[in-house]
């Protein structure tokens, strides 16, 4: 059977990875693998990364965590912010991943955990700078740190980071949560010695808004070469993964390719431009694991179509045929099923 391929180039992810570098310098990368490192597969990401002398990985969840920490040996700092089950966080502790933590209840339970198995726990207190989607708010921040800086004084915990996220919608917006969050760090910093490590912004305000940045940035899109929806282009910055199908029939002039809805294309993508051998065609329908694709002279069953991303014919990348049906690159590149083949080239 011939499967759609979602072709992945190291040398694209580490020469975005190396762009991104440059750009928030001094503030140092934390790449963001969650989603299977946005459907490229988070074993590859994390390999590629930690080969560019990424140090630190962002999880999402615990479980996600430990696989990153089977990849990336003990040097990495891995970061999993999600909320976890009590056995999660003794999983977590037990292999060395930093927590961020948004809740006061979620403290308290990390403290009993890391005082029953002894293991001090590193924490990123999260503050809830405006989008009310976990995090603590500023009227119960004190408490939250006062909470931190007593397990801090017994051991069990390590207050090492102050973090928050923002929507990257409205500059007015993002500065009104910057002077949350620096308030936030100030009152840790009335307490004893300051965090090293602040973060905020993620891969669009990491790149636009330099006064913004913390000493980390949490960046997961444009590593992979998914610029924002109706944004620019990115200097230096190139879709790391393409999505190719294979011609299996030509009936009527018209290329039958075999990818579809059931690899993960939404239909709705149907009337797009892909690439063909020569040039743009129209990507005419979306069946379950069939599609059409308008003819070229000399069609062949086994050419290769490629839907989106990087190659000699055609322009289009993930965000271009978001773009088509108002989404953003990430989803589509997320939703692809394991039907289709991922192959490191
Ligand atoms: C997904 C995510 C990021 C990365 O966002 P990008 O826009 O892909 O760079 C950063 N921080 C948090 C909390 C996230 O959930």
């Not at 840790?188 to 010695?193: F, H, I, M, S």
């Not at 999505?243 to 939404?266: E, M, Q, R």
């Not at 086994?302 to 989106?308: C, H, I, K, L, P």
Request: aromatic share 6%; proline share 3%; charged share 25%.
């Amino acid at each position: 059977m011939t499967r759609p391929e979602l072709r992945l180039d190291g040398n694209v992810l580490r020469a975005n990875i190396a762009a991104v570098q440059r750009r928030i310098a001094p503030s140092e990368l934390m790449i963001v693998v969650k989603d299977d490192a946005y459907g490229h597969g988070l074993p590859w990401a994390v390999e590629t990364a930690i080969e560019s002398g990424v140090t630190w990985i962002g999880s999402f969840d615990v479980r996600s965590a430990i696989d990153v920490r089977r990849v990336a040996g003990g040097g990495a700092r891995i970061f999993a912010w999600v909320t976890s089950t009590d056995a999660e966080i003794d999983e977590a502790l037990l292999h060395d991943v930093d927590l961020g933590i948004g809740t006061a209840d979620y403290l308290d339970r990390v403290i009993a955990r890391a005082t029953a198995i002894e293991v001090r726990a590193r924490v990123h207190l999260k503050i809830d700078s405006g989008l009310h989607r976990n995090g603590i708010l500023p009227e119960d921040w004190a408490d939250a740190v006062a909470t931190a800086r007593a397990a801090e004084a017994a051991g069990v915990l390590e207050l090492v980071g102050i973090w928050s996220h923002i929507a990257e919608a409205s500059d007015a917006e993002d500065d009104e949560a910057q002077a949350v969050f620096l308030e936030a760090v100030r009152q840790v910093g009335d307490t004893g010695a300051a965090p090293t490590f602040l973060h905020l912004t993620a891969s669009a305000a990491s790149w636009w808004r330099p006064e913004l940045r913390g000493t980390l940035s949490r960046i997961g899109a444009f590593c992979y070469g998914v610029r924002s929806a109706d944004g620019p282009e990115l200097d230096g910055i190139r879709p790391v993964a393409t999505l190719t199908a294979s011609v299996v029939d030509v009936v009527d002039g018209d290329a039958v390719v075999a990818i579809g809805s059931f690899d993960g294309i939404p239909s709705t993508l149907a009337g797009v431009a892909v690439g063909t051998p020569q040039g743009a065609r129209e990507l005419r329908r979306i069946d379950q694991t069939r599609s059409v694709v308008a003819g070229w002279p000399g069609a062949t069953v086994g050419d290769v179509v490629r839907v989106f991303g990087a190659g000699e014919w055609g322009e289009s990348s993930a965000t271009t045929l978001a773009e088509r049906i108002d989404t953003v690159g990430e989803e589509i590149l997320t939703r692809l099923t394991s039907r289709v083949r991922r192959v490191v080239v």
